[in-house]
């Protein structure tokens, strides 16, 4: 089974600052991977996803994640915190091994945004 | 196009009753997958139907059980409740269930089991 791991279940930033939520993968062969966010009393809302091709990947709201095969890493970022960046963010990956699209999730990371 | 519905929304069980929860998918979805969310054991994967068959299974016990309809529509079903199956449950939907695919996200059903 796919494992992820999520370094940092809180993490607290100034608006204006940069924001970097940290995502490692244990698999040998390379999964494929996904960032999510979860706003209170919501579902999960895909920020980006890396499947093939350039390992930089730009998603939504401002957000971008690198995927660095010789780190087993696929971290988050965004310049510029803003307030409405407050909410829980999960790392999930899918089999590559695998056609089915089983997501297994890291356990989240709250980032919370001081004003 | 409307997202993810799940009904209800809230719902409240006692020990041992059981409970159908409701899923409509995306149109054009055919992969329905169900997930729950707790804080101790986080986003755990439950099942996923396409075309009315169940594909793909997490490690549940027995009492979690699952199907869907032509029309894509998926039920999961919990017997027998336990206080530990308090949580949010949570569907997703995506055009053909692939490792690939986006997976999009109802706003989840938080039962609570007393």
């Known amino acids: 089974a796919q494992s992820v791991t999520q370094l940092g279940s809180h993490v607290s930033v100034s608006e204006g600052a940069l924001v970097l939520l940290r995502c490692n993968y244990s698999?040998?062969?390379?999964?494929?991977l996904f960032w999510y966010v979860q706003y209170p009393n919501q579902g999960l809302q895909l920020l980006l996803k890396?499947?093939?091709?350039?390992?930089l990947v730009k998603g939504i709201n401002g957000f971008e994640a690198e995927f660095k095969k010789s780190e087993t890493s696929f971290h988050l970022t965004k310049p510029s915190a803003h307030m409405s960046d407050a909410a829980e963010y999960f790392c999930?990956?899918?089999?590559?091994?695998?056609?089915?699209?089983?997501?297994?999730f890291g356990r989240g990371t709250q980032l919370t945004v001081w004003p | 196009k409307a997202g993810v519905t799940q009904t209800p929304r809230y719902l409240i069980k006692t020990r041992g009753q059981q409970v159908t929860l409701s899923c409509s998918p995306i149109?054009?979805?055919?992969?329905v997958s169900w997930y729950q969310q707790t804080p101790g054991q986080g986003l755990q994967f439950l099942f996923e139907?396409?075309?009315?068959?169940?594909?793909n299974k997490g490690n549940f016990p027995g009492r979690f059980s699952g199907r869907q309809f032509s029309n894509s529509r998926s039920e999961m079903n919990v017997s027998t409740l336990e206080l530990g199956d308090s949580a949010l449950y949570l569907c997703?939907?995506?055009?053909?269930?692939?490792?690939?695919?986006?997976?999009?996200f109802g706003p989840g059903t938080r039962l609570t089991v007393l």
């Open positions: 997703a939907s995506s055009l053909s269930g692939t490792n690939t695919d986006t997976q999009y």
């Open positions: 698999s040998s062969v390379p999964p494929y």
């Open positions: 890396y499947t093939t091709g350039a390992t």
């Open positions: 999930a990956v899918s089999d590559r091994g695998s056609t089915l699209g089983r997501l297994y």
């Open positions: 149109s054009g979805h055919r992969s």
């Open positions: 139907y396409f075309s009315e068959t169940q594909r």
